[in-house]
């Protein structure tokens, strides 16, 4: 018998019900350039080598040495994870609020992460909380600048290099944000990028991955894209390790060539608009806008959102976030998922049982994960609302109906 799950949407498909008063990313503004790049693809019977382009003109606008196309930011890290020099039960250092797509390849590689929490009332870890997560079998620290928010890395970086630790970066929500004016996705040894539709750069299913580091990239390039296959003369290909097929379908090449053109002029706008709604929401009271610290000079703004004082509503952020939609946020939910400790139940499983890489070896120790890994992330995302929908096509007056919205609601359910 088949059972039916419902199964979690992606894309343009993740937006499709989404109706309400404010723009939604969908249908997306591509670069008028798009369908010329697409067209030298086909007309060159696939020859042409759009994929190079893409990653030679990335790699000059981020200024680093080499970006290598995916097909998304979960194969960027994966290919990364799996580029890295760790053995199996070595510890990886990640945030606790983000995506699978964080994980997934540190986990296939039997990578132990271990879940830093974040800094009270924020989305990102610092590195006053990754400190006391160092022990001898740590190898990196994986941060991720939750929707676009650049983590303090001055202080993380040097934590590392304390400790001889690699910091690699998911950059995938904070496409062409900046840190004391650096690029998020240069802050660390490496970093991932998503161009999935519904994020900040949308090209379709796209993502890169980026590193100064000459071999890196080729370790990337070979495990991540060629198989792990070397050619063996008078033989033919041999495969020395597992590797991937990770590389950018010519076609989302030319749309992310495309969007490249365009992203900068976005960004500007996203910054711009996000730091007005943050200062409307943060006049209403009970509500709580993601605070965007000084060192974040550019926000480039994925994902937006709010927390809500639970003594301030007789409603909780679900519900909250239910009549926020009603009213005309399309998108508007509550946020409680992105707390992968207690997310992702097949680790508390594995860890419990003592399943490999939780067996000793070559884990050295015993791990827990669950909804009480990191206390102030689960406090976080307990009364975090948010809306995926904010993106480049926001004016200020979209800015002022949706904190009126947000005003309006509050008012409506305030105790
Ligand atoms: C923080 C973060 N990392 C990684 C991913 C995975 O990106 P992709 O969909 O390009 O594989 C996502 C996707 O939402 C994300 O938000």
Redesign the pocket.
């Known amino acids: 018998m088949i059972v039916a799950i419902q199964r979690a949407k ?1 894309g343009a498909a993740a937006h499709r019900d989404e109706v309400g008063v404010l723009p939604t990313p969908f249908p997306r503004t591509l670069g008028p350039n798009a369908l010329k790049y697409l067209e030298e693809v086909v007309q060159s019977g696939l020859l042409a080598d759009m994929t190079h382009r893409f990653e030679s003109a990335f790699a000059e606008e981020l200024g680093v040495k080499h970006c290598i196309a995916t097909p ?4 960027a ?1 994966a290919a990364l994870a799996a580029a890295f020099p760790f053995e199996p039960g070595d510890e990886i250092i990640v945030s606790p609020i ?2 699978y ?2 994980l997934q390849g540190l986990i296939r590689e039997n990578y132990i992460p271990v879940f830093a929490d974040t800094e009270p009332g924020d989305v990102n870890l610092s590195a006053r909380t990754i400190e006391p997560c160092i022990t001898d079998r740590t190898r990196a620290v994986l941060v ?1 600048h ?1 929707t676009g928010l650049v983590c303090d890395m001055a202080p993380i970086n040097a934590l590392a290099a304390k400790h001889n630790l690699i910091v690699y970066e ?1 950059a ?2 904070a496409v062409f944000s900046e840190y004391q004016g650096r690029l998020a996705g240069t802050l660390g040894f490496a970093a991932g990028f ?1 161009f ?1 539709s519904e ?1 900040t750069m949308g090209s379709d ?1 796209g ?1 890169c991955v980026v590193t100064q580091d000459d071999e890196l990239a080729e370790r990337v390039r070979f495990i991540g894209q060629s198989r792990g296959g070397v050619m063996k003369p008078h033989y033919g290909r041999l495969h020395a390790e597992p590797g991937y097929a990770y590389r950018m379908p010519l076609c989302t090449a030319a749309i992310s060539l495309a969007q490249l053109e365009i992203i900068r002029e976005q960004v500007v706008r996203r910054d711009r608009m996000i730091r007005l709604l943050t200062e409307l929401l943060d006049e209403i009271p009970g509500v709580t806008p993601l605070g965007i610290p000084e060192f974040v000079n550019v926000y480039s703004c994925w994902m937006t959102g709010f927390r809500i004082d639970p003594s301030a509503f007789r409603c909780d952020a679900e519900e909250f976030a239910r009549q926020l939609a009603e009213a005309g946020i399309p998108g508007a939910g509550q946020g409680k998922y992105y707390l992968m400790p207690e997310a992702l139940t097949f680790l508390a499983e594995n860890a419990e049982r003592k399943a490999y890489p939780y067996s000793t070896p070559p884990a050295s120790r015993e791990y827990r994960y669950g909804p009480d890994s990191c206390p102030n992330a689960k406090a976080f995302l307990e009364h975090f609302i948010r809306w995926s929908t904010f993106c480049e096509k926001y004016t200020e007056e979209h800015c002022h109906l949706a904190a009126e919205i947000v005003a309006e609601v509050a008012e409506r359910n305030r105790v």
């Open positions: 992606f998304g930011c979960t194969p890290l983000t995506d797509g964080t991720v939750f998911d995938c929500q998503s999935d994020k299913v993502g």
